[in-house]
């Protein structure tokens, strides 16, 4: 299948301070991603929609100057959490559908974000 | 409408047994149901998929059964082993897969030796 990777695969950081997690498809081009969150055994939560060349949308409670989207080419977005604090301390995954009709969606292997 | 409810919560089963997970769904415009399997600490990966134009899928141990009318589908993996003890969730979307996916809350399925 195809294969998504995301960067880092873990970071801890200090409140206050930004984070950066990108996501990449590596072998197919992706004008579609989507960046999700976990909270300890609990289901996926769909964040924003990051689509390339246009502005993310955002799913109905989740803050766009908080979480800061950036989708720059067609096998690379970035998620920013800005002003981190504890509360958002999760697991964010992203992930892509396949162009051609398949319609199979693939997902990276998750970064584990701690706020400190 | 959006939402798609899985059962049971977690479930276990003896080795070599049925492992059986149930989801529904409300939205018909829902044209695409994944499953993908996801162990602790690690992205989900994707199991097996249908499309309501059939009413089962095979693929090795584990079947997807669907039901148009009812609205629901449910996967089914036979002979299960140890190493398929994760989190297996459901999910929904629409065009076929492009759109994002609605996800089940999660069954933590645990094989027994």
């Known amino acids: 299948g195809a294969v998504v990777s995301q960067h880092p695969s873990r970071v801890i950081c200090k409140s206050g301070t930004s984070v950066k997690i990108e996501c990449r498809s590596l072998?197919?081009?992706?004008?579609?991603m989507f960046w999700y969150r976990q909270f300890p055994k609990q289901s996926l939560m769909l964040m924003a929609t990051s689509n390339e060349g246009s502005k993310a949308t955002y799913e109905q409670g989740v803050e766009k100057d908080k979480f800061l989207i950036n989708h720059a080419s067609l096998t690379l977005s970035t998620l920013t959490v800005t002003s981190a604090h504890p509360e958002d301390s999760s697991f964010y995954i992203c992930s892509a559908p396949t162009s051609g009709g398949t319609g199979e969606q693939f997902f990276g292997p998750g970064t584990r974000l701690t706020v400190l | 409408q959006q939402q798609v409810k899985q059962s049971p919560q977690s479930l276990i089963v003896q080795k070599g047994g049925i492992s059986i997970i149930n989801c529904a769904y409300e939205n018909t415009a829902f044209d695409y149901f994944p499953w993908y399997q996801q162990f602790p600490g690690k992205g989900p990966a994707l199991l097996i998929a249908i499309r309501p134009d059939v009413s089962e899928k095979k693929e090795g141990r584990f079947t997807i059964s669907f039901n148009k009318s009812a609205k629901q589908f449910s996967l089914h993996i036979m002979d299960s082993q140890p190493g398929d003890s994760a989190t297996y969730f459901c999910?929904?979307?629409?065009?076929?897969?492009?759109?994002?996916?609605?996800f089940g809350q999660g069954t933590r399925l645990t094989i027994n030796p």
């Open positions: 999910a929904a979307s629409r065009d076929q897969g492009a759109q994002k996916l609605v």
């Open positions: 072998d197919f081009q992706a004008t579609t």
